[in-house]
């Protein structure tokens, strides 16, 4: 039988590496990953912004599924460079929507629960999306663009996310732990306490994609739109403490800030209702702490 070939993008991203891990692991599927700013062997190099190379690149790929992840995903970068968000976000997602309309590919696009505005969780598949920035805004964007093209597909949206990582930095959520220890030996530190997240291993979202695809090959008619996120619901001081557990950091260093966070407006608690994916047995959760000492010790100074 040929091999399906599947199609990941942003697949050098904290998301698209574990999707592409993931989807490797499956024999009967040829998977092609692409990345922009940081190349790889394995990977194949494309600016997605450039529209003209886009339609080159998909006519040669000949993907019949594509996993659409690359995204600017910064609030406050998106914030300040709204226009450049706008032309990747979506700009791009409709040019591949209609280069995947037109050529009968399953489309799959990541989208994130910052759609919703955090007033009235939980927020279910057909709950009415009221973005508050402009990241969420150009995602929203981006998901009208697909239902308006596609017939066969699906969304996918996740929470703040947290991962294997080429660095603490890369996810909001590590980003945490390296800030405990920046501040190894000053006296305190203080973590926003506003927010309700449900930090979401990549790891488990790259799970569930494998999971849906794998469904679709058995259910023709399985699509539409998705909520998967980690159950567990945290301020980031919360996660902080749990961080200094790890990191042996003095709890009592670190101060709650109850107040929003400066910089880009975000919703206070956007938690995602995944019933739509559970109900036919899709789901794979790995729990904060658990996750935490591989996160940690950063078993993937792994550049695929
Ligand atoms: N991270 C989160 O907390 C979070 C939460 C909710 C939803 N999401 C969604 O999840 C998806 C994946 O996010 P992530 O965290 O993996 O993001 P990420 O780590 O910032 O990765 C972004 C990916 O997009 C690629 N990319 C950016 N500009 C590109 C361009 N012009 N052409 C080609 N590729 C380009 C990057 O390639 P290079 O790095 O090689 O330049 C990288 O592979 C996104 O759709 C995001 O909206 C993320």
Redesign the pocket.
Known sequence: MKAKNILI????????RRILKSFNEVKAWKVTG?????PAPELTQ????DLEHLTDFLDKARPEIIIH?????RPDVSQRDPEGTQR?NVGTTAEIAAWAAEHDAFLVY????YVFDGTTPPYHVDSLPNPLNSYGES?RAGEVAVLSACEEYAILR????YGLAESLG???VTAIAQSLLDAAGSTAVTVENWAVRHPTLTDDVADVLRQMVLYREEHPTFKGIFHWSGKEAMTKYEMALIFAEHLNFEKSRILPDNRPPAGAPRPKNSQLDTSSLTSIGIAKHTLFREALPRILQGEEAEKI
Not at 46 to 49: G, K, M, T, Y
Not at 69 to 73: D, F, G, K, L
Not at 158 to 161: E, G, N
């Open positions: 993008t942003g697949a050098s991203g904290l998301l698209g692409t990345a922009h700013t940081r494309v600016d997605l912004a992840s690359a995204a600017e995903r990747l990541i989208s994130t629960d995602k996740v929470p703040i996310l890369e996810s909001a």
